[in-house]
């Protein structure tokens, strides 16, 4: 589904996506295509499923007009007692 369909079924919505297809451009992923997983119904619980997020499924609200995420290099992180 196009992200433009998805505004359109679920406007001004948080809803859990899975990225079909997407392009880089600037450093940012611009997501093209998306399935929808389901619908959120508080920010509260938008804030919990994006925790639980990973890979190309994640937690979106329909009042953007376009997905873009940006690239953050991972290089240099360090996670506390892995060390």
């Known amino acids: 589904m ?3 369909e998805v505004r359109e079924v679920y406007p001004d919505q948080y809803v859990v996506l ?6 880089i451009k600037d ?3 611009v997501v093209d295509e998306v399935a ?3 619908t959120i119904d508080s920010a509260r619980d ?3 499923e ?7 499924r994640f937690v979106y609200h329909t009042s953007k007009e376009k997905i873009e995420i940006e690239i ?3 290089n240099g992180l360090r996670i506390r007692g892995l060390q």
């Open 2 to 4: 196009l992200w433009s």
């Open 36 to 38: 929808v997983i389901k």
């Open 72 to 74: 953050r290099p991972t």
């Open 27 to 29: 450093n940012k992923k």
């Open 50 to 56: 994006l925790v639980r997020s990973s890979g190309d």
């Open 18 to 23: 899975q990225a079909l297809s997407f392009h």
């Open 46 to 48: 938008a804030t919990r």
